[in-house]
């Protein structure tokens, strides 16, 4: 199976912690979005990758959230001193390029739980 | 402000039966839209897409129908089959952002009944 693959599917971090969540998208997919879902929402854009580059990022808190993508890896979205109202379900989608005509290819998410 | 909803959070038909879900748009720039199927724990499935230059899409079972005057695009699924139960997110993009952001309703809960 050669879809988007997110871990760990399940996360959990104590207040004042630090979050890594990695992202490997599909084969051939050079382009990665992460999305966020809060309970009872729908997915919300956080930001959009290709390789070693940051396309779009307007929709990541401007404090304690990074993303990366570096040229051998997986996509890393990093969340520094997390807080309770960073709990939710984070996915990662990948597709082939900026084409509009081919739909994005979501993970099974990363559910993160902060205590 | 939220530029996609889905005033349903709920639907329940019956097996065999049409299933409609509804989605609106405020952004007159959107000119993608997609539905999502989601099942518990897991990520959003791709369903079906339409672009603003066509007002129908159709793929088996999957009819999704656009109105861009009214803003406004449905899904509809016939015959509807238990499996079909799980929560189905509209979505749309614009060429004025990046390609594939992609902005979700809230979604419609679809629990089809044996």
């Known amino acids: 199976n050669a879809g988007v693959m997110q871990n760990p599917r399940h996360l959990v971090r104590r207040r004042g912690q630090e979050a890594r969540l990695r992202c490997s998208p599909m084969?051939?997919?050079?382009?990665v979005y992460w999305y966020r879902q809060l309970p009872e929402e729908g997915l919300k854009f956080m930001v959009y990758?290709?390789?070693?580059?940051?396309?779009?990022e307007s929709g990541m808190p401007k404090e304690r959230f990074s993303a990366e993508f570096p040229k051998e890896g997986p996509s890393i979205l990093r969340i520094q001193q997390v807080v309770r109202g960073d709990s939710a379900a984070y996915f990662c989608?990948?597709?082939?390029?900026?084409?509009?005509?081919?739909?994005?290819?979501f993970g099974n998410g990363t559910r993160l739980t902060v205590t | 402000d939220q530029q996609v909803k889905q005033n349903s959070p709920s639907l329940s038909v019956q097996e065999g039966r049409i299933s409609i879900l509804n989605c609106d748009y405020t952004?007159?720039?959107?000119?993608?839209f997609l539905w999502y199927k989601k099942y518990p724990a897991e990520g959003p499935t791709f369903l079906i897409s339409i672009s603003s230059i066509k007002d129908k899409n159709e793929d088996g079972r999957f009819t999704v129908f656009l109105n861009k005057s009214a803003k406004h695009l449905s899904l509809h699924i016939v015959p509807s089959q238990p499996g079909d139960s799980a929560v189905y997110f509209c979505a749309a993009s614009g060429s004025s952002g990046s390609a594939r952001q992609l902005t979700f309703g809230s979604g419609t809960q679809l629990t089809v009944l044996p």
């Open positions: 989608a990948s597709s082939p390029g900026r084409n509009s005509g081919s739909p994005l290819h």
């Open positions: 084969k051939g997919h050079s382009h």
């Open positions: 990758l290709q390789k070693e580059n940051i396309i779009d």
């Open positions: 952004n007159s720039m959107f000119d993608y």
